[in-house]
């Protein structure tokens, strides 16, 4: 098992997780399947190939099974911030250890831009096992938006959490 950073040739594997998590956790994502479905593979080209907007890859065997994003700010007033984006690890691979690995790589990566005070994050307020590995982390819940998701009548409700470093 490998954890680092993707390049943009991993943007098919990437493209490919990303839907294969919008279908499978639609409640855990602020896009949608039917949207991001119609993205070229080249949007994660260069999404991939960005130097403020990371996204780490777990690989094993050469496939792509979990990923975590890291979202620097640029903007002036919020350039002591980073957000970790897109959480994902392929259910078979749940309870193993990747979520956490994947995470404290996005985290290390964080404390090294120059500046960043605070780590954000969102995840879905009734999910406790996410919610649990955060807090294990340091990640400190401060608030809900409620109704955050609307999907078929459905809503959800999405926790804001913070890791100040």
Known sequence: ME???????DADQCLSLRLEALKTNPEAFASSY????????????????????????AI????LIGMAGLMIETRL?????????????KPEYRR????????????????????IEQINLTVNAGNTAAKKLYTSLGFQSYGTEIRSLKIDEIYYDEDYMVLFL
């Open 3 to 9: 954890v680092r950073v993707l390049e943009p040739q």
């Open 34 to 57: 039917e949207e991001e479905s119609q993205s070229p593979v080249n949007k994660y080209n260069e999404r991939l190939r960005s130097t403020t907007s990371l996204t780490f890859g």
């Open 60 to 63: 094993d065997n050469g496939q």
């Open 77 to 89: 007033k919020l350039k002591h911030k980073a957000t970790i984006i897109s959480m994902y690890v």
């Open 96 to 115: 193993s250890g990747i979520g956490k690995m994947l995470l404290l790589e996005a985290i290390n990566k964080a404390k090294t831009f120059e500046g």
